[in-house]
């Protein structure tokens, strides 16, 4: 069964995977270990294949780089749900399969 990982507000690409390990780093290299690799410790257990997340609005602001949805998809989450996705991270999670949807406040 899927369960819900619920998120503040701007969460941004940085936070969804930190940019120092992008450069090192390609669609095939299991990005899911580092998805939320600083906020993990605060999570209360693991995620599993088919989670969703529900976000406060303005989710995937920051960078346009890629990394974010394909460290999320690698992580097991396969759907976001916020009041606002940036444009570019909607835009690269739609390319990649992890599916963006905007529901209002």
């Given amino acids: 069964m899927a369960r819900i990982w619920i998120f503040g507000s701007d969460v941004d690409t940085d936070q969804i995977v930190p940019g120092r390990y992008a450069p090192y780093m390609t669609q095939d290299d299991q990005l899911g270990r580092y998805a939320f690799i600083e906020a993990r410790p605060e999570f209360p257990e693991q995620v599993q294949e088919g989670d969703l ?3 406060g609005p ?15 998809l690698d992580f097991g989450f396969r759907v976001v749900i916020s009041s606002r996705i940036a444009d570019i991270f ?7 399969g992890l599916l963006p949807i905007v529901l209002g406040e």
């Fill in 53 to 55: 997340i529900v976000a």
């Fill in 90 to 96: 909607r835009a690269n999670a739609l390319n990649c």
């Fill in 58 to 72: 303005n989710f995937g602001c920051g960078s346009s780089r890629e990394h974010a949805p394909w460290a999320l």
